[in-house]
């Protein structure tokens, strides 16, 4: 069995995994704000679960990691910062246990999914905007601390990061209602539009075969992705290819399916 654990802002999600990747229990519990007092809370969850025994496990985080020596760097709306979390959570779970970035572990899940496509963007556009770039089903090494949501770039005459116009949270703020109820076709377009000038430019530089959309807003793609497509085609460049744009397959569970594909590559 394999262990994996989803970090959020809000909530954390840990599952168990059988070992061809099958999810066979899951608990979901709100995210203490303080780093002490989750660890406790994560003990007991994972006590909680029946599978008392794991091979190996992943731990999914939000911000900047040090995978190489297990290290959260900074954690995004969580104020964690340099935090030993592999050996926390391998004294937890008696288990070996890797960690990286939230967006990078579901943009490897998601990769498993379409592996007729070897270059894989998965951006997941919710309460702020991740990137994961996967390369052969691995993600790509060059690429595993980018964080797209935070290019700066210019919007209504400033410059701004992309995640501050185009997220979740920003469209909530601009309309006070979240995607799922806005059904106009101006406020679509609007919406369209700003998250199709982030992938302009990422489309440019890292030229993927296709690009997966999660996250709150990416699921609901098919209120603008018609629109979406419109501006990315009147930008289009003849040297520049633009890659079929799809749904995320599992978008609620794709880092703790990344989480056991990660440890599967790494310890088997």
């Not at 199709?196 to 430019?201: E, F, N, P, T, V």
């Amino acid at each position: 069995m394999y262990l994996g654990i989803d970090v959020g802002g809000t909530k954390t999600l840990v599952a168990s995994l059988d070992g061809n990747g099958v999810i066979t229990e899951e608990i979901r519990f709100p995210t203490p704000k303080e780093y002490d007092e989750f660890v406790k809370e994560l003990t007991t969850q994972i006590k909680n679960l029946k599978t008392k025994e794991f091979k190996a496990g992943a731990i999914g985080i939000p911000g900047r990691v040090d995978s190489k020596h297990g290290v959260g760097l900074a954690f995004g709306n969580l104020d964690w910062t340099n935090i030993p979390i592999c050996r926390d959570v391998e004294r937890i779970a008696n288990c070996p246990i890797a960690v990286e970035n939230d967006a990078n572990l579901a943009g490897l899940s998601e990769a498993m999914l379409v592996k007729k496509y070897s270059k894989v963007l998965y951006v997941t556009v919710s309460t702020g905007i991740g990137t994961g770039y996967i390369v052969d089903q691995k993600i790509d090494p060059a690429l595993a601390d980018s964080e797209g949501g935070q290019m700066p770039m210019e919007y209504h005459g400033t410059y701004t990061e992309w995640e501050e116009f185009a997220s979740g949270r920003a469209i909530a703020n601009r309309y006070n209602k979240p995607v799922r109820e806005i059904t106009d076709e101006r406020s679509l377009r609007v919406i369209a539009r700003g998250i199709a000038i982030g992938l302009d430019d990422l489309i440019a530089v890292l030229g993927p075969d296709v690009i997966v959309l999660g996250g709150s807003v990416g699921t609901y793609f098919e209120k603008y992705g018609g629109y979406l497509h419109e501006y990315l085609e009147a930008h289009k460049n003849p040297v520049v290819k633009i890659p079929p744009i799809q749904i995320a397959g599992r978008p609620e569970q794709a880092v703790v399916y990344g989480c056991y594909d990660l440890a599967k590559q790494i310890y088997g």
